[in-house]
């Protein structure tokens, strides 16, 4: 939003833009350090749902915190307009939004019907620990935008761990690997797509597999439109 100058302390985990890697860190998203934001002297603290704890002892120590949900597409989209309005770049959070919902409807009506796993990692044995998208996630809500469905139907939220009887037992027409540091353990992409074109499952008989291995994959940002694109990219190789 070209407010970097405001930002003083971020997680480990922040390399976006270039400029955040040399802001000071304090933790990661589920573990930062009280003591390193106290030494900092913030005037807010941004955090996720599961930093309830954190937001409770800063309260005590009379610093204001805001507590930012991003697991949902609409999380996303209202988590930009807050923090527009806090940081008094409104109309710029207005233009992301918008180019959201734009790139959002840019991927309707190219395939449908199709079951769609996507799956998190650098696995280059299915046979176990496969972590994959389930409900209440921002992308499962992508596949269900683009007119088709999450082939895992499950009542396990979130990143569900599978093993490769799972994988099979969910049959997609489709896989999509999100691999982003593959170039940076020296994984190729017939590395990652092999094992899956092993497995009998209508994806290896298409060769429906696919790999986003960009550094924002799987990261829920302004930089969503980017993966947006490249989920539409895959549809229509697939069209």
Known sequence: MGAGESVVGNTQYSLHPPASQSVAKVGGYFSPSLEKILILQPTLVLMQPNNTKLAKQLKKLSIPSKILAINRLPHITQAIKDLGKILNKEDKAKTIVSQIHTALEDIKGIVSNKKILIVIGHNTSLVKHIFVVGQNLYLDDIINASGNTNALQSTRKGQPILNQENLIATNPDIVILLA????????????????????????????????????????????????????????????
Request: charged share 30%; glycine share 4%.
């Open 180 to 239: 982003h540091s593959m170039h940076q353990r020296g994984l190729s992409k017939d590395d990652l797509i092999s094992p899956w074109l092993r497995l009998p499952i209508n994806a290896s008989k298409t060769k429906d597999i696919y790999i986003i291995d960009k550094d924002y994959s799987g990261i829920p940002s302004d930089r969503l439109i980017l993966f947006l694109r490249d989920f539409r990219g895959i549809l229509l190789k697939i069209k």
